[in-house]
């Protein structure tokens, strides 16, 4: 009874995806147990943005999240820009009894403040200049949305 009774949550939460996405992929939201974003002010105007994303979801879906919550976060203060003054990111892989490896999930971390002009950053905290970037919220925002299913309701 029990083994039947657990047989048929499995298959319930197999099959109750949302467009073609298991239940238990990573969704454009706060932290949580299947990852997820979060975000601190590190210092006055300047704030980690962090974004964990399991193996079931997309491969880039936690950079995109990252980028997108970053954007949210910083038009919502007023902001017409984001200054990304670093970022680190990690991308996960389990291979199985020496198989193939396949994609386990990522983390990226970006360190950011708002802009209210394309300008780039003058005090880039990276180790590579090239990982500091100004963009556009509002573009980075409507590119990214469809990637991370997020639909006008959400």
Not at 122 to 141: L, N, S
Request: proline letters at 5%; one cysteine or more.
């Amino acid at each position: 009874m029990r083994s039947t009774l657990l047989a048929g949550l499995l298959v319930a939460v197999s099959l109750s995806g949302c467009a073609g996405r298991p239940f238990t992929a990573t969704t454009y939201r706060p932290q949580g147990i299947w990852g997820g974003y979060s975000e601190k002010e590190i210092e006055p105007g300047v704030w980690k943005v962090t974004a964990n994303s399991n193996g079931i979801a997309e491969m880039g879906f936690g950079r995109n999240m990252a980028v997108y919550r970053a954007a949210e976060l910083l038009s919502g203060k007023g902001f017409t820009h984001v200054q990304i003054l670093d970022q680190k990111g990690t991308a996960r892989q389990v291979g199985i009894g020496g198989g193939s490896m396949s994609h386990a999930g990522e983390t990226m971390v970006l360190i950011v403040r708002g802009a209210n002009s394309p300008a780039h950053p003058t005090d880039c905290r990276a180790k590579q200049p090239t990982a500091c970037a100004t963009i556009e919220a509002g573009t980075v925002m409507a590119q990214l949305a469809p990637q991370l299913h997020i639909t006008a309701s959400q």
